[in-house]
């Protein structure tokens, strides 16, 4: 079956980086397009970042020129580099295999402290 697991999540003070990764199993990762997405508490799930299978990026306009997404499809792993922190960035990080059906994976808490 699919399978995703996030990592690199944690705490980090305003202004402080973090490197979100998510490596992908039980499908042919290069044929597939990847996304981030953020729940906050007590909001709805959003979308942060796509990367498609030609190496295509796109942003949330909330975290564009902060962000970068990127893939290294020898390792079926999909990266979301985190730059420039606000506390508004806070939330639980899902990657997510985005096909005609999207897989999710278990989420990966990020806490920005001010």
């Known amino acids: 079956q699919v399978q995703l697991v996030e990592s690199g999540g944690g705490l980090v003070q305003a202004g402080g980086s973090l490197r979100l990764s998510c490596v992908v199993s039980?499908?042919?990762?290069?044929?597939?397009?990847m996304a981030w997405y953020r729940q906050a508490p007590g909001k709805q799930r959003e979308f942060v970042a796509l990367?498609?299978?030609?190496?295509?990026?796109n942003y949330a306009r909330s975290v564009e020129g902060r962000f970068a997404i990127s893939r290294d499809n020898a390792k079926n792993t999909v990266y979301l580099q985190m730059n420039s922190l606000k506390p508004e960035d806070t939330a639980v990080y899902y990657c997510?295999?985005?096909?005609?059906?999207?897989?999710w994976g278990q989420g990966t808490q990020v806490t920005v402290s001010s």
């Open positions: 990367i498609t299978r030609a190496g295509n990026t």
């Open positions: 997510v295999v985005f096909g005609p059906t999207r897989y």
């Open positions: 039980g499908i042919i990762f290069a044929d597939n397009d």
